[in-house]
């Protein structure tokens, strides 16, 4: 008799539920679009009781289509974007909207941190740099802004630490999230009250749930949570992970040679190792999912969710062709366009920026000649550019790998696959495999139920390569080029963004 295992995807904006076999094949995929509201300027919020119930749509919806019976499902994990906060209240119900990894409404709190020396003296046990979206940075801005939520807090949670409580009724914080959030001594693995009373938040260590790992049982579906989900009471739920290290595991990165991208609404950009990288030549470094490991990590939320800003804005009422899907029509505009005819640059800052903390998106180069397969191009170009910079980043800190294993929205795109190659310099590899993120969720349940010793054995029966991609010697040539402007565009744009405000 089959089994399956269930993995539950809490993106920025999208929640997905995947049915997998032990075998990896994806059995089918509901999803759910939860709103985001901005209520004012860098600000991006969720409703969490609506967040939770979608998520439970999505189980019940994938059960009922694949007619998969819940009697079958050894267990579920969720994995969903990092950063943010989604506050959980001493009165038993959300204390706030969750707030988003693309969220900046805190962006003065490390940079008060880096002018004032709290960074540099809390450094060796954060080993990573601190940003507007961690928890660290919004519970500061919380307890300044909005002190009568900050003091109802009795959980601080990201968004899949949130929706396994939902589910279990159980708070905790697995490593993987808890690590990347400047709340942790990740060189020592502890929660470190000194260490949060220097960021003024001392409060908040008695609000951090206790630790858990992607692969163990952190908990078990309650009888409410299987009315809404259709899953049997007491189904595991095993602790899940961030997307990112999710996307990794699905992509069989389990050794320090192996190095990945990730391109969707964040440009993530990692490879692990067996000690923290603290010299300053990367960003972040957190807990892998596999014990023992470091995930050593450049990212920024310049990736393709840029794209569907533009998609949204300008092509809302685009005429398609007879027979063509939107992104097929774009496709196939950006490759009318050859890379050497367009001079337009496009910095992908429109959420964030990896260049400077005020930087805003922007078209340089625009002139009357230019249409919108330019601009088109100029996106798809521009946030290859800005994981490139990562990647560089990384590069500095470790051996070139043989090839860069790729997930993300960009994977459904050869031509956007393509020029990654070029751009990069290195041959991709893509997984076959839609739901990447779930895959790596429903691999941890498949660990935790005790079907595989561990995420390398479950990688051999559960992740199959899809295809390579090698770079071409003549457009490398071309886009090395046109880096330099794009980085000469970004680095002359810092000076005026200051003059913005947020």
Not at 142 to 165: L, P, T, W
Not at 402 to 423: C, E, T
Request: aromatic share 10%; charged share 20%.
């Amino acid at each position: 008799m089959s089994k399956f295992a269930i993995g539950l995807d809490n993106g920025g904006t999208v929640i997905k539920a995947a049915i997998f076999d032990l075998q990896g094949k994806e059995i089918v995929v509901a999803s759910r679009q939860t709103p985001v509201f901005t209520p004012h300027p860098s600000y991006t919020e969720r409703d969490m009781e609506e967040l939770w119930l979608n998520n439970c749509a999505c189980v019940r919806e994938a059960l009922e289509q694949s007619g998969v019976n819940p009697a079958d499902v050894i267990g579920l994990a969720v994995c969903g974007h990092g950063k943010g906060l989604y506050p959980w209240g001493k009165d038993g119900k959300p204390a706030y909207r969750g707030i988003v990894s693309t969220d900046n409404r805190a962006w003065k709190y490390p940079e008060k941190w880096y002018a004032d020396g709290t960074f540099e003296k809390l450094y060796p046990q954060l080993c990573q740099q601190l940003m507007p979206c961690q928890q660290v940075s919004v519970l500061a801005w919380m307890k300044d802004h909005e002190r009568a939520v900050y003091d109802n807090i009795d959980y601080v949670f990201s968004v899949k630490d949130y929706i396994r409580f939902r589910l279990t009724g159980e708070a905790r914080s697995e490593a993987t999230d808890i690590s990347g959030s400047g709340l942790m001594d990740i060189k020592n693995v502890r929660f470190d009250k000194e260490m949060l009373n220097t960021f003024g938040i001392g409060e908040v260590h008695d609000k951090i749930p206790p630790l858990c790992y992607s692969h163990e049982m952190a908990g078990s579906i309650t009888e409410e949570a299987a009315k809404l989900t259709g899953l049997l009471t007491g189904t595991p739920v095993a602790g899940g992970m961030f997307d990112i290290d999710a996307c990794a595991i699905a992509l069989d990165i389990s050794s320090p040679e192996s190095m990945c991208t990730i391109a969707g609404t964040w440009s993530i950009n990692e490879f692990i190792a067996e000690k923290p990288v603290i010299d300053g030549s990367v960003a972040m470094n957190s807990l892998y999912a596999i014990p023992g490991y470091y995930l050593i990590e450049e990212c920024s939320a310049t990736s393709a969710g840029n794209l569907e800003w533009y998609l949204e804005t300008c092509m809302e009422n685009e005429i398609l062709p007879d027979g063509k899907q939107l992104y097929q029509h774009v496709s196939d505009m950006v490759a009318s366009v050859s890379p050497d005819d367009c001079e337009v640059y496009f910095l992908p800052f429109l959420y964030s920026s990896n260049a400077h903390p005020l930087g805003k998106g922007s078209f340089v180069g625009l002139t009357t000649y230019h249409g919108k397969a330019h601009m088109l191009r100029s996106i798809y170009e521009g946030v290859a550019y800005s994981h490139k910079t990562h990647i560089d980043r990384l590069l500095s800190a470790r051996k070139p790998p043989a090839a860069i294993r790729m997930a993300g929205g960009v994977v459904n795109s050869p031509l956007w696959v393509q020029m990654f190659a070029d751009i990069l310099g290195f041959p991709i590899e893509t997984v076959k495999v839609r739901e990447l993120g779930a895959l790596g969720c429903a691999m941890a349940a498949a660990v935790a139920a005790g079907v595989y010793q561990d995420y390398r054995e479950a990688a051999k029966h559960m992740v199959h390569i899809h295809s390579s991609v090698s770079p071409q010697e003549q457009e490398m040539k071309i886009y090395r080029r046109k880096y330099e402007k794009y980085m000469a565009v970004s680095k002359a744009l810092d000076t005026i963004w200051p003059l913005f405000t947020v």
